[in-house]
C-alpha cells in the first residue's frame, strides 16, 4: 500500500509540472513553491514560506511547502515577516534546503 501512495505522488507531481509547462505558468506560484533571493551574503528574502520554526542571532529556520530551509550566520535579524515573505538581514553563511516530502 505505501509503495503505490509512493507511485501517486510521483505521478501528481509530474502532471503537475507538465501543467504548468503547458500553461506556461510561472512554477513558483502553481507548485507553492518558495522564491528566494540573496543579496550579497547580508540580505535573505523568501516568498511563499509556511512559517518560522526556529530562530536565534546565529540560526534560523523556516518551513517551506516539501521541507525547510536553515540559514546559518551571525547577528541575523528578521527584519520583516509577512504572511507571504521573509525578509532576513545579517552576515548570512549558509543556507541549506531539505526536502522531506
Given amino acids: 500500500m505505501k509503495g503505490n501512495k509512493e507511485l501517486l505522488k510521483k ?11 503547458i500553461l506556461e505558468i510561472p512554477p513558483d506560484i ?7 533571493t540573496m543579496l550579497g551574503n ?6 511563499n ?6 530562530y536565534s542571532d546565529s540560526r534560523i529556520r523556516i518551513m517551506v511547502t516539501r521541507g525547510y530551509l536553515d540559514i546559518g550566520g551571525n547577528s541575523l535579524v528578521l527584519r520583516s515577516v509577512q504572511l507571504d515573505e521573509i525578509v532576513i538581514n545579517g552576515e548570512i553563511n549558509e543556507i541549506k534546503i531539505t526536502i522531506t516530502g
Avoid: W, Y
Fill in 42 to 47: 547580508l540580505q535573505l528574502n523568501i516568498e
Fill in 11 to 21: 505521478q501528481r507531481a509530474k502532471f503537475k509540472s507538465a501543467f504548468v509547462n
Fill in 30 to 36: 502553481a507548485l507553492n513553491l518558495p522564491r528566494i
Fill in 49 to 54: 514560506h509556511k512559517g518560522i520554526t526556529e
